[in-house]
């Protein structure tokens, strides 16, 4: 087995090509478009080199056939609470099932975070944001959402069998939108409709200044300054819901409010996947109108849930309840969607687990992200409850 490093257009296409080598034919893998991995290691795209660095390799055997990949990073901001040594990350892992295989890229892996004073690292994990390239899947591996790698089930026995170890679950739910939701939900709705203060609305996309203002108050209200969360700026929010507009659904985005004021969002997406499954890797001119017939058939019959947040001082009053059916009753009399799966939640966070489950999902993925410490002698602790 040979790893070269990507430096170059060859190698960063062998990159691509290897995912799609080991991958194709497996039951239930999507293909990820090439712009979307490429994003991930362009300095000009990603912020995280402003505090970071990464490297990655592509793996051959002696015929120059690819046999594997992976990437490794370290990032300044990446830090998980009680964490007493610095963690470094690996990523976009893949392999033939071989552990020697595996257990070469592991190592190598290990050696470069080594040497830039890493005590552990964290696998599989993106160099950037959570909500995209993260965990290993172990349970549910037919067609992840959009942003979730795909992996064959053996990768488990990858990584465990070098000594990687369960840092934290990452739980998926789902549900099938025609069903009827608990009636409780029902019951804490009913209390704050029959308050004039309280108030809902879907998005509107020629209002898109106004909504990005709502979500930039209940963020940094509910969400800046937990894990190290910074305040956002509506103008930052404003260019990320402009990117989002061309695939945004309006009757998916939903925001409560009391008396004008906005206190808790739902943020949906159609589930993109449904649309890029049928472009090969690919996003140019002829995919870009080829997503937009499939849009306009209404081929995508599923959804995904992005963002789903209360204010501090409007939890536990029923709020959660009263937004999801203000928006269930708009989804499911329209027959919207067929299908709800939310992202990923972790084990580390009952509260919001209770709130999916109490919604009558059913699991429908794990992944898994693990972590592996160098000094093996260390105790070794789960990532902290929240």
Same mark, same amino acid.
């Given at each position: 087995?040979? $790893? ?7 190698? *960063? ?46 793996? @051959?055997?002696?015929?120059?056939? !690819? ?14 609470? &009680? ?17 020697? *295989? ?33 965990? !290993? ?22 990584? =465990? ?13 789902? $549900? ?17 409709? *029959? ?8 998005? %509107?996309?020629?209002? $898109? ?7 930039? @108050? #209940?963020?940094?209200? *509910? ?5 190290? &969360?910074?305040?956002? @700026?509506?103008?930052? @929010? ?13 009757? #998916? ?15 949906? !997406?159609?589930? $993109? ?14 995919? %870009? ?36 059916? =203000? &928006? ?31 919604? &009558? ?26």
């Amino acid at each position: 087995m040979q $790893l070269i490093i990507v430096e170059n257009e060859k190698t *960063a296409r062998q990159f691509l090509d290897v995912h799609v080598e080991l991958n194709r034919g497996q039951d239930g893998w999507i293909q990820p478009l090439d712009k979307d991995i490429e994003e991930v290691f362009d300095p000009s795209r990603n912020k995280a080199f402003r505090s970071g660095e990464c490297i990655r390799w592509v793996m @051959t055997d002696g015929q120059g056939r !690819l046999t594997g990949r992976i990437a490794a990073f370290v990032n300044k901001k990446y830090r998980t609470k &009680g964490d007493d040594v610095p963690v470094g990350g690996v990523g976009f892992f893949d392999c033939i099932h071989d552990q020697e *295989a595996a257990n070469l890229l592991f190592n190598t892996a290990k050696a470069w975070l080594l040497e830039r004073g890493m005590g552990a690292m964290d696998g599989p994990i993106n160099f950037g944001d959570r909500d995209r390239w993260w965990g !290993l899947q172990v349970e549910g591996y037919k067609n992840p959402p959009y942003g979730m790698s795909y992996n064959p089930p053996y990768y488990q026995q990858l990584f =465990e069998n070098y000594g990687f170890r369960l840092f934290f679950n990452q739980i998926c739910f789902a $549900l099938n939108v025609h069903d009827r939701i608990q009636d409780k939900f029902y019951t804490r709705h009913a209390a704050l409709a *029959a308050d004039p203060a309280y108030s809902a609305s879907h998005i %509107k996309k020629d209002r $898109l200044e106004k909504f990005a203002q709502d979500f930039t @108050t #209940i963020y940094n209200k *509910a969400w800046a300054g937990h894990g190290g &969360g910074k305040e956002i @700026t509506k103008e930052q @929010t404003l260019v990320l819901f402009k990117k989002m507009k061309p695939v945004m659904d309006e009757k #998916i985005v939903w925001f409560a409010y009391y008396n004008n004021e906005p206190i808790a969002c739902w943020l949906n !997406l159609p589930e $993109l996947n449904q649309y890029f499954k049928h472009m090969g890797g690919k996003f140019g001119l002829l995919q %870009k109108l080829k997503f937009l017939w499939l849009k306009m058939t209404g081929s995508c019959r599923k959804f995904t849930g992005i963002v789903f947040g209360v204010v501090p001082e409007f939890q536990a009053k029923g709020v959660d309840a009263y937004i999801i059916v =203000e &928006g269930g009753n708009i989804i499911q009399a329209e027959k919207l969607y067929d299908d709800y799966e939310m992202q990923w939640i972790g084990d580390f966070n009952p509260k919001m687990i209770n709130i999916a489950e109490s919604l &009558g999902t059913y699991r429908s993925r794990r992944l898994v992200t693990y972590r592996y410490l160098f000094d093996r002698e260390k105790a070794f602790k789960r990532h902290p409850m929240v």
